[in-house]
């Protein structure tokens, strides 16, 4: 059974860091393009970061762009956010996401398999 667990969710201030990690089981995880999504309260879930197989790239979001780093190591399974500059709209629950994909995709539907997330809280 596909598993991905996030943690790494914390309370931070404005303009401080935390790095999130996504822990994957039973797949491969160079087939599959990976992707971070966030839900803010009352809001709907939204892509943030993603890497696709087809040629290693990397997208972000306009709103993390210059401040969020997704990586990710194969040899673990784990994939990374680092998530610096925090702003209290980048508060919400982070979601991990995988689907056997060669290019990302934006939309949620898209994403087979899901994590339960990860809270972070950016607040003065």
């Known amino acids: 059974q596909v598993q991905l667990v996030e943690s790494g969710g914390g309370l931070v201030q404005p303009g401080g860091s935390l790095r999130l990690s996504c822990a994957a089981s039973?797949?491969?995880?160079?087939?599959?393009?990976i992707a971070w999504f966030r839900q803010a309260p009352g809001k709907e879930r939204e892509g943030v970061s993603c890497f696709e197989n087809n040629d290693y790239k990397t997208y972000y979001a306009d709103s993390v762009k210059g401040r969020f780093t997704l990586s990710r190591d194969t040899a673990t399974k784990t994939v990374q956010l680092q998530m610096s500059s925090l702003k209290p709209e980048d508060t919400g629950v982070y979601y991990c996401a995988a689907a056997g994909l060669w290019h990302c995709s934006w939309s949620e539907t898209s994403y087979e398999f899901w994590g339960r997330g990860t809270q972070v809280t950016v607040v003065s």
């Open positions: 039973n797949f491969t995880l160079r087939y599959y393009a």
